[in-house]
């Protein structure tokens, strides 16, 4: 690092600007930032103008010239630049830089993991951690001339920029599967074209069933074995981080998938998580499934698993499902509630149609994702060397 670098604690080179507006000052019109509208990303979503009465306590104001820190949870990294003016949540700090540190740079520099896990070390609080103002100030900053923080910064956009349009254009993909979705079905809500209803039992094989259990000391081995958790990600099943065990004969007789096999989340602690599902897309029986999952095995005569494994996670669908869900202790739904979801049942041309377009939709994903982890990689290795001097 260069000697005209300086490092200073925060507290030295801003100002944290705890200026209150008391709820019966605000103005109708006022822009108003919450927690809830700033990603861990540092984006600002949907932030609303409030009128006179709608807030019942006191805010921060904040200008476009200062950077906005969120102190409950500092691990979420709810910290933004705003180009607006407005009030936030009193768990939001406004930061106001002195003429000798660039808004951006801070942003960059209080958004790097070491000090994302400093803030977090540092909170107090069990339920609800929080870092402190004062305990903020204490942070040590380094930074070169103002010129030169500037620089550093407009290149750190510039390559911010590249990497969440990339992210955007992941989303669009996305889009696009819902919109064809509505326009091959309609609304599976209103049903619009009509299409026959049935419970899940009409189309499938054999009873559901639930999973393998074994003991953590038992695993290790060539087959793997799908966890709750791969069920989140993906249009189908990725098995390459999962658990491996090396089953009996008669274990992958009774525990092993068969390609179009759909998976259900038996139970959640999050209500959200219940029920969630995914379809195995690998060769018969080269992987099995654990104990808080549910198998189904979709009959391919009467409909195709690509489509309704789509159909399932459809809001609607979840909607439907969760509500069905047993919540006594924790999130968990059964077998026998499996068999009654409604489903729609479109000719099975147009269901094997959707399925082609799904799989195109999702080799031009995978591709998106090479170039969007290629730019995120970028993206951190610029942000390291930045701060080292070496930009």
Not at 134 to 159: G, M, N, V, Y
Not at 311 to 324: H, N, Q
């Amino acid at each position: 690092m260069s000697s005209r670098w300086k490092t200073r604690k925060l507290g030295e080179i801003v100002k944290i600007d705890r200026s209150s507006v008391q709820a019966s000052k605000i103005k109708s019109g006022t822009k108003y930032v919450g927690l809830e509208h700033i990603t861990g990303e540092g984006q600002f979503v949907k932030v609303r103008r409030v009128q006179t009465g709608d807030l019942a306590s006191s805010k921060f104001a904040f200008s476009d010239s200062h950077l906005l820190y969120g102190k409950l949870r500092p691990y979420l990294k709810k910290i933004a630049c705003p180009n607006f003016s407005g009030i936030c949540s009193t768990d939001i700090l406004p930061i106001l830089p002195t003429s000798v540190i660039d808004k951006k740079f801070l942003y960059y520099f209080l958004r790097q993991p070491q000090y994302i896990q400093l803030a977090t070390v540092k909170a107090t609080g069990v339920n609800l951690p929080r870092v402190s103002p004062q305990t903020l100030t204490e942070f040590l900053i380094s930074f070169p001339p103002i010129e030169e923080q500037r620089r550093i910064a407009a290149i750190l956009d510039k390559a911010d920029e590249i990497r969440r349009k990339r992210q955007e254009a992941i989303a669009l993909t996305d889009e696009l599967l819902r919109s064809t979705f509505l326009e091959m079905f309609g609304n599976p809500v209103t049903n619009p074209m009509g299409w026959e209803i049935i419970n899940l039992k009409k189309v499938i094989r054999d009873r559901p069933s639930n999973g393998i259990f074994k003991k953590n000391q038992e695993y290790g081995g060539k087959v793997p074995v799908i966890w709750v958790k791969e069920l989140f990600s993906g249009y189908t099943i990725d098995c390459n981080s999962s658990r491996t065990l090396n089953p009996t004969d008669e274990e992958v007789r009774k525990f092993g998938l068969k390609k179009g096999d759909i998976l259900f989340c038996r139970s959640s602690l999050k209500l959200e998580g219940v029920g969630y599902n995914n379809v195995f897309d690998k060769e018969d029986y080269s992987a099995l499934f654990e104990c808080h999952i549910i198998r189904i095995s979709p009959d391919p005569s009467k409909i195709n698993s690509i489509f309704l494994n789509y159909f399932l996670r459809l809001p609607a669908s979840r909607k439907r499902l969760i509500s069905m869900a047993n919540t006594v202790t924790m999130s968990t739904i059964s077998q026998d509630v499996v068999m009654r979801i409604s489903v729609l049942l479109p000719p099975k041309r147009l269901q094997d149609e959707f399925e082609s377009i799904l799989r195109r939709v999702t080799s031009t994903q995978e591709n998106l994702l090479v170039y969007s982890n290629q730019s995120n990689n970028l993206f951190n290795s610029l942000l390291q060397k930045a701060f080292k001097g070496e930009l």
